[in-house]
């Protein structure tokens, strides 16, 4: 059984067309984003980048609840995840990115890259009625 926290239990990524019928597992993870990322999901402008330290720009984030955190070491921030899980930008009901365009580079990466490369904790969506 697929444990999205186990990664040892997470099936071989074969095509994109597995992720029609998954539940968007993937996007229940923790993610972690560039600046960049920020940037291209219009998060932060360019003219913070120019005006502001990033610590200054990380608090703005957290305060408007769109990280947790921010990791001065590695220049990496952690986008916010809701009670159940799911992403901040993942649609609860239709189970898609509601910035796939502008999605950050982990997200468009994975999974040839994250935890256990080529695999990924693909679960099913329910299907009422069945
Ligand atoms: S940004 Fe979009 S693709 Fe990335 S984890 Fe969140 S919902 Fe999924």
Known sequence: ???????STWRK???DEACRSCNASCC????????????????????EVQNLTVRKIAKRLVKEK?????REATGLFMLTQKANRDCIFLDSKTRLCTSYS???DVCRQFPAIGPRPGYCP???KKVFGS
């Open 13 to 15: 990524f074969s095509s």
């Open 66 to 70: 769109w990280i947790t955190s921010y």
């Open 102 to 104: 502008t999605r950050p």
């Open 28 to 47: 229940t993870m923790p993610v972690e984003v560039t600046l960049s990322d920020l940037i291209r999901l219009n998060l932060v402008s360019e003219d």
């Open 122 to 124: 693909l679960i099913l």
């Open 1 to 7: 059984m697929i444990d999205i926290d186990r990664p």
